[in-house]
C-alpha cells in the first residue's frame, strides 16, 4: 500500500537535513571563542610549552585544515565516533548511550499519559460545545499550556517533599528492567508534569477536529441511517480525528526528546537533557556537539515516522 | 507546552479582510481579544514603571532585616530571601521579558518574511536555498537549538534573544513562503510587473499586505513562546544574569524558600502564566479579526 518512491525520496531528503545538521553543529561549535585546550586545561593553558601546546593541538586534530576537521568529525559519526569528553575523557557515545534511555522513557510515558487524558478530555469537550464542561476543559487546557514546566515541577518537588516526606532517590538512576517500583518512583513525577502540557495541547485539537467532524455531512448520514450514538462516535466521527491526533502527538514527542532538559535537571535524572546541561556548564563543547546532534537525529527520524504514519492512517494522501 | 512553538493555522492566501474599521476595533470586537488587548496594556504599563524605577521599592537593594515577609501593605508580593521587594522584581521581571520577547520577535519576524517572501515570490535556486536551510533549522527541536546558541554565544540578554531570534526565523519562513506562492502567481501581480512597477514596490505594497495575515498572528503567539523560553533560559543559568530580576531567575531562587514561602514562587509564576495567556488570548482575537470569513458567523 505504501508508495516506496514517496518514501524514498522522503528518506533522502532527511539523509540531506542530517548532513546539513552535522554541518551546523560543527560549524557552530567552531564559532566558539577559545580553542579545546584552553576550554579542557582552563588558566593552565597559559603554561604550556609551545611543544606541549602543539602535540595537544595535533591530539585534539585542530592542527589540521578546517575541512580535513569536518571531513574527521563526519566519518567520525559515521562510524558512531562522537569524540572524548573534555571533562573525564571518556567517549561521548557510551556517554549518550547511558542517558538516551533515560530520556526516551521520559518522552514515552509523557507522551502516553498525555495522549490518554488529552483524547478523553478532548471528546468530553467537543461532545458538548459551548456547555460548561467544555468551557471548563478549554479553560483548563489554556492553563495547562501557559504553566511553564519549570513551575510545575518545582511546585511539585517542594509538595511532594513537604506533604508526603516523599524525596526521589537521586543518587544512581534504576532502570526499568532492574526494579519497576524503583524506576517508577524516579520517572513517574516528572513524566506527569510533562504530560500536562502535552495533554492540554492533545485536548485542543481533539477538541476542534471532534467539533468539525460531528458537523460533516457524512456524520449526519450516518445519524440519518439510524446508527447509534456511540457507533457513530467511534466509526465516523473519532476515526477521522484520529489523524491530525497522530500527527500532533509525534511532533510533540519529538520536542519532548529535546525538551527534558529542565526537568530532568529539576528532578535530577540522568538523561540527555542532563548531559547537555552540564556539558554548557563545564563549555565541554565535543558532548555538547554529540547531544545536539543525537537529539536532532531522533527528532528528523520521529517526523519521517510521523509522516509515515500520517500516510497509512489516512488513504487520501496516498494518491498525491 | 513551555518548550513547543505553536504554528498558527495556515490561512492559505485570503487576504485581510477590507478596512471597514481599524484592527484594533475589530480585536476588540472579539471576547478573548478584548481581554488580551486590555491585560497586555496594563503588564506594559507595569513593566515600564518597574523599568522607569518609581516604583516605592528599589528591586536590587536587600534588607537583611526584612528576609522573607508575607505579602502586607508595605511588601505587596512580600519579599524574597535577600530582603528584596518581590512585587518591584517582578514588574522588572516583566519588563526583562517583555525586552526579549519584543526584540527577538520583531528580529525573527522580519528576517523571517524576508527570506520566506523572497522564496515563495522568485522561487528556483533562492527557493531551494532557503528551503534547504530552514529545514535544517526544523531538524532541531526548538529548546535544543536555543540551549545551543546559548552555549555558543554566552549568557546575557541580547544572547539569550537572539537564541530565540534563530529558532523563530524558520517558523516566520514557512508561514509567509506559503501565502507568498498563491499571490504572486496572482492576475493583479503579475499586471504589475507588465506595467514596470519597480520590484520592492511590487513586493512592499502588493505581496506584503496579502500575506501579512497569518505572519500577524504568529508574532503573538511567539511572543508568548519568547516569554517561556527565556524565563526557562534564566531558570538554568543561562538567561538573564543575576542581580538583573527575571522571572525565570525568581522561581530558581524560590526553590530554596519556597516550602515555607510560598509568595516566593506563586507570584512571579502567577506573572509569567498571566503574560503567556494574555498573549494566546490576543491571539486567538487577531485572528478572527484578520479572518475574513469570521465575519459571517456569531
Redesign the interface.
Known sequence: MLNWRWLGARALGALITLLGVTVVVFVVLRTIPGDAITASLGIESGTLTPAQRASLEHFYGIDRPWFAQLWAWISGVAHGDLGLSLTNGKSVTSLVASSLPVTVELAVLSALIGTAFGVVLGVLAGSRPGRASDSLTQGASLVGLAIPEFVLGTAVVTILAEAFHYFPDTGTFVPLTRSVSGNMSQILYPSLVLAVAFAANVMRTTRSEYVEMADADYVRTARGKGLSPGRVRRSHILRNATIPIVTLTGIQFGYLLGGTVIIEQIFALPGMGRLLFTAISNRDYPVVQGTVLVIAVLFVLVNLLVDLLYRMIDPRTRAS | ????PTVAEPMGSVPAAPGRSSLLARIWRDRNGRIGLTVIVLLAVIAVLGALGVLPHDPIAQHPAARLQGPSSRYWFGTDQFGRDIAARAAVGIWTSLRVAVVSVAAAAVIGSVLGISAGFFGGWVDQIVS??I??LF??????LA??????LGNGWQNTAIAIAVVYTPIFTRVSRGPTLTVGGAEYIKAQRVLGTPLPRILLRHVLPNVSAPIVVQVTLAL?WAI?TE??LS????GTRPPTPSL?LM??D??NT??TAWWT?TFP?LA??IA??TL?LLGDGLRSALDPRRDSRP
Open positions: 507546552m513551555s518548550v513547543l534547504r536551510f529545514d535544517i531538524a532541531f527541536p526548538a529548546i535544543l540551549l545551543a546558541v546559548v552555549s555558543a508568548s517561556l524565563s526557562a531558570f538554568l543559568g543561562l525565570g522561581v530558581s524560590a526553590r519556597v516550602a514562587l509564576a509569567i502564566v503567556v495567556i494566546n
